[in-house]
């Protein structure tokens, strides 16, 4: 496990730093297991302290583009025709 403190949540494949405190913005812990062969990831992003206006109007932003997404998702509908969709919305 380890947690990206702000600002380098911003760089998930990045090394997290001995030194890096948890102060304001958005954190992101990681955890990564393996069992039988099997390996799965679970991130979780967090904050110490209230987020802002801002980071709140991010956060909705961010899940309506998953929520464009879980609602395009179904049989036949290729990976690319969602990320297209998503990325339409995003003005990408």
């Known amino acids: ?3 990206w403190a702000a600002p380098r ?4 494949h ?3 730093k001995l030194e890096d405190s948890l102060s304001e ?14 390996s799965a990831e679970c991130e979780r992003t967090y904050f ?14 961010m899940m309506e583009a998953r929520r464009i997404a ?10 690319a025709d969602v990320d297209t969709e998503v990325r339409h919305f995003l003005g990408c």
């Not at 110490?48 to 932003?61: D, I, V």
């Not at 879980?70 to 990976?79: A, D, H, T, V």
């Open 48 to 61: 110490t302290e209230r987020p802002s206006t801002e980071m709140r109007s991010f956060f909705a932003y």
């Open 9 to 12: 949540s911003a760089e998930p």
């Open 25 to 38: 913005g958005p954190h992101v812990a990681l955890v990564l297991v393996t069992a039988d062969g099997y």
């Open 70 to 79: 879980m609602e395009r998702i179904r049989p036949g509908m290729s990976g």
């Open 1 to 3: 496990m380890g947690t």
């Open 14 to 16: 990045s090394i997290p």
